[in-house]
Structure formats: structure tokens, C-alpha cells
T-cell receptor, first 117, second 110 residues
Framework: DSGVTQTPKHLITATGQRVTLRCSPR?????VYWYQQSLDQGLQFLIQ???????AKGNILERFSAQQFPDLHSELNLSSLELGDSALYFC????????????????FGPGTRLTVL | GEDVEQSLFLSVREGDSSVINCTYT??????LYWYKQEPGAGLQLLTY?????DMKQDQRLTVLLNKKDKHLSLRIADTQTGDSAIYFC??????????FGQGTTLQVKP
């Protein structure tokens, strides 16, 4: 158990809908990262938040957005869902924002499996 | 550019050593990581190595880094059936940013 929790575990929805995925980081971790894992794209970094602020952006679509709240939990919002958005969505957390020179290991949650029908 | 390449599949017999290879492109990566993913589960950190090291050993795991060739390997000694999983190599080219390979599926035959 990494200490990172994600809800829900599974989500089934229809095209065009909007969903919210939730993540609680490990106690004491300030950074939250979101990743998408699909068969064709592999594991892709989407976005990072550090202490409530966006720190880095990866291959995140404009239909997707995220935020980190004062209690440090994070939500990933996916809207206008398409079939191709079906994937496993992982949240990870780390102690710092990834300052150069330190390992700042990312610990992953169990993931949310999203199925868009 | 940032790219991490791994072979997709490796099959070994129980008790043998497994060697999973990875190549990366960004020479500025300060840390390189190995993660393990079991079916239906998240990614579990196995180990990491700082870019100025050649080798790191942790119980049955040995990581070798050839920085000149940008080649990373993970050796698992005395491989067990419980080691069957997908193994991901990742480079860290910038603070907070991890680039993952496609993952190597390790099959351990009894």
C-alpha cells in the first residue's frame, strides 16, 4: 500500500459525459501528479500540482482539467468524454515539487479505470 | 527529445536471473527509476539510481547504468513466480516530470 488513495476504483459512463476522479496523496506529500495509462499510448504524464498550484503540464487535453485543494487532495475532471478516453488514470504523490538534485520519488495510487461506452 | 524504450516481453524460468533493459534519450535526466505493475494494481517503486552512479544493489535487484550509452538495466536474481509483472523504466528529465517506457512484461515459468 503506497498511501495514495484514489476513488472511484471503476467508472463506466457514456460519450459526451463529464466525470471527476479524486486522489488523496500520502500524508506529508505536497505534490500530486496525474497519469493516463492506455494500451496504445502507454503511461502518459498529464499534469502536476504542488501545494495547490499547477507546476507542470504534460499531454493533457483541453477537455481535461485538474485542481489541488487546500487539504492537498486533487481532482481530475474529464469532460465531453470520447471512446478514446477509456483508460486507467493514476495519481501519484511526492514530498516536494521535484526540486533538482533530489530523488523526490513518486508513489502511485491504485488507479481509476474509466470506461467510456 | 524525451523517449524511453524497452523490450516488450521477457520469459524466464523460476530460479534464473532476469535482465530487463531500457534505453533513454535525455542525458540531463538526474534520476532513473524502475517501477513494477502487477495485474490490476498501480505502479510500485522498486528502486532508483542517481545518474552519477554506475550500479546500485538492493537485495535481489541490481541496477546498472551506462550513462554514455544511455542504457539502464534491472537484474532480478533468483526470479520467482511472484516477480511476474510489467516492469517500467522511467527517466526524470526535469523536476517532477517522469517519462515512462512502454513496459516489459516478465513471465516467470515454474
Amino acid at each position: 500500500d503506497s498511501g495514495v488513495t484514489q476513488t472511484p476504483k471503476h467508472l463506466i459512463t457514456a460519450t459526451g459525459q463529464r466525470v471527476t476522479l479524486r486522489c488523496s496523496p500520502r500524508s506529508g506529500d505536497l505534490s500530486v501528479y496525474w497519469y493516463q495509462q492506455s494500451l496504445d499510448q502507454g503511461l502518459q504524464f498529464l499534469i502536476q500540482y504542488y501545494n495547490g498550484e499547477e507546476r507542470a503540464k504534460g499531454n493533457i487535453l483541453e477537455r481535461f482539467s485538474a485542481q489541488q485543494f487546500p487539504d492537498l487532495h486533487s481532482e481530475l475532471n474529464l469532460s465531453s468524454l470520447e471512446l478514446g478516453d477509456s483508460a486507467l488514470y493514476f495519481c501519484a504523490s511526492s514530498q516536494t515539487g521535484g526540486t533538482s538534485g533530489v530523488a523526490d520519488t513518486q508513489y502511485f495510487g491504485p488507479g481509476t479505470r474509466l470506461t467510456v461506452l | 527529445g524525451e523517449d524511453v524504450e524497452q523490450s516488450l516481453f521477457l520469459s524466464v524460468r523460476e530460479g534464473d536471473s532476469s535482465v530487463i533493459n531500457c534505453t533513454y534519450t535525455d542525458s540531463s535526466s538526474t534520476y532513473l527509476y524502475w517501477y513494477k505493475q502487477e495485474p490490476g494494481a498501480g505502479l510500485q517503486l522498486l528502486t532508483y539510481i542517481f545518474s552519477n552512479m554506475d550500479m546500485k544493489q538492493d537485495q535481489r535487484l541490481t541496477v546498472l547504468l551506462n550513462k554514455k550509452d544511455k542504457h539502464l538495466s534491472l537484474r532480478i536474481a533468483d526470479t520467482q513466480t511472484g516477480d511476474s509483472a510489467i516492469y517500467f523504466c522511467a527517466e526524470k528529465p526535469a523536476p517532477g516530470k517522469l517519462i515512462f517506457g512502454q513496459g516489459t512484461t516478465l513471465q516467470v515459468k515454474p
